[in-house]
């Protein structure tokens, strides 16, 4: 009940940017870091796995690949349960089925049960844990959002920091079967951090001011499990066929630079290391790309910062595809963690903007099913092209052509279909909310001019991709200047 309350009222409430929200941080850290490592860190029991099953590398590759699936494909389910249970009881339930899965894979008896244990039921329960605290960020967290979304996205480095080298040690010393048995346990940490998302209930000084705000508003707002209203929205159809394009080669990298170095004929050990050394420089620029992005004057274009971190990166592929021995590799790694913290730490900092915190639970689900798709197609398709030639060099190329693609999208997607037609006041409108939500908007604005020429959250959130919440000021001068055309 509590969990509903939040997802019912929370664009009426505004976001404390502190307190309770640095443990609701804590646990979307450790959230984070379990999601995107875990499938990265069940990779180390392969080799045992093949020698038990007696089957191939791409047969036990299925294992991180399903769960990933299950992470992004599962996202408008994950959208319809929040709204209609709340986080908090979502995100409870994930944990069960998150530790559930490591347990019964631990007494399976072929490669399809792990596909299922690990997989289907692991994948549901790290992504019934994912989407929500995400959303619980959110509303927490409003003027420090993109910090609090830098450090949160830092999870995903420090836990596969963790895990991976766990990993290898219950391998060692309890064999696979333990090893699954070990982890089970500790994916029930997840249960603690859901207990950590309370729900934002609205001051009780609001309810004696105001007693029948909620009763003119209750008959004329109906609740949606699924809100497909945020495809009306040019910011966020833009956004989505971008982060599309961008998964399908955001990926594949890391996947496959330690193979890379060991045809260089290095060391397991050596190459190994790589990984460590993306993920340091990842675990660094995530936070750092979050103080960078809440800076007054970048907030407003943190769209283009999302594209220039994606350009960066795709840029960091086309060029480490030319490398021709360890160092070369090296310099890779530690210009590709920058750039993928950058990417990771703005990702949802940007959709965040472009929807609005109300509208947030469904349009992350979408974006996750769009970006399922392209996981499944990515690093497959990445390793057919190095089974047709033989050269890493072609799958580093064309990794990086995708990424360089989606931050072109971003940026001139942006520019033309926006930023160019923000001069005229009902196109703004138009692109700030849907057509069910323009009259309010309009009679919100008139009503704040006379407050020191703030904007509430509500109509500030739900604005073009580029209006972030740093230009809050701005947007009520513009809209009071009518006919001019800010540039950007």
Not at 202 to 210: H, L, M, N, Q, V
Not at 323 to 351: K, P, W
Request: aromatic share 10%; hydrophobic share 50%.
């Amino acid at each position: 009940m509590g969990g509903a309350v939040v997802d019912d009222g929370a664009p009426a409430v505004k976001a404390p940017d502190g307190g309770w929200g640095w443990a609701v941080l804590a646990g979307c850290f450790v959230i984070t870091g379990f999601s995107y490592a875990f499938p990265k860190a069940v990779s180390v029991f392969f080799k045992e796995l093949m020698r038990e099953f007696d089957v191939g590398y791409s047969d036990t590759a299925w294992i991180s690949s399903i769960l990933l699936a299950m992470l992004y494909g599962t996202g408008p389910l994950c959208s319809v349960m929040v709204n209609k249970f709340g986080c908090r009881w979502v995100m409870m339930v994930g944990g069960l089925f998150a530790s559930l899965g490591m347990i019964l894979a631990s007494y399976a008896t072929s490669i399809i049960h792990i596909y299922i244990c690990i997989g289907v039921i692991t994948g549901l329960g790290l992504a019934l844990n994912f989407q929500p605290s995400l959303i619980m960020l959110n509303r927490y967290f409003s003027e420090k959002r993109p910090l609090a979304n830098g450090l949160a996205a830092a999870g995903s480095p420090v836990a596969l920091c963790c895990l991976s080298p766990l990993g290898q040690i219950l391998q060692y010393h309890y064999g696979w079967r333990g090893g699954f048995l070990i982890l089970g346990g500790i994916l029930l940490n997840c249960c603690a951090c859901a207990a950590l998302m309370r729900p934002l209930l609205p001051p009780k000084t609001a309810e004696i001011d105001a007693p029948e705000a909620p009763q003119e508003k209750k008959p004329q707002i109906k609740r949606k499990l699924l809100d497909f209203s945020v495809f009306r929205d040019r910011g966020f159809v833009i956004y989505t066929v971008a982060a599309s394009i961008m998964v399908l080669g955001l990926f594949v990298p890391p996947v496959f630079v330690v193979s890379y170095a060991k045809k260089l004929h290095n060391e397991d050990t050596k190459s190994a290391l790589l990984l460590t050394i993306l993920g340091c420089v990842d675990m660094f620029a995530r936070p750092a790309c979050g103080l960078i992005a809440g800076i007054k004057w970048v907030r407003p274009r943190t769209v283009y910062l999302f594209s220039f971190a994606m350009l960066f990166n795709g840029c960091t592929d086309i060029i480490g595809s030319q490398a021709t021995e360890y160092t070369g590799l090296v310099i890779f790694c530690i210009f590709f963690g920058m750039s993928y913290g950058m990417v990771g730490a703005l990702q949802f900092e940007v959709l965040m903007a472009i929807v609005g915190t109300e509208k947030f639970p469904s349009a992350i689900g979408l974006v996750l099913l769009m970006e399922a798709i392209a996981v499944l197609v990515g690093p497959p398709g990445a390793g057919r092209l190095l089974d047709a030639y033989k050269q890493y060099m072609y799958v580093f190329l064309l990794a990086g052509c995708e990424v360089t693609l989606s931050a072109l999208v971003i940026a001139v997607g942006n520019f033309l279909c926006i930023r160019m037609k923000t001069g005229d006041p009902e196109a703004k409108l138009e692109m700030a909310v849907t057509a069910a939500e323009t009259e309010g908007l309009k009679d919100a604005a008139d009503s704040e001019e006379d407050h020191d020429g703030k904007v509430e959250p509500k109509d500030k959130e739900n604005g073009e991709i580029s209006g972030l919440k740093g230009a809050e000021e701005s947007m009520v001068v513009e809209e009071k200047m009518g006919e001019e055309n800010t540039p950007l």
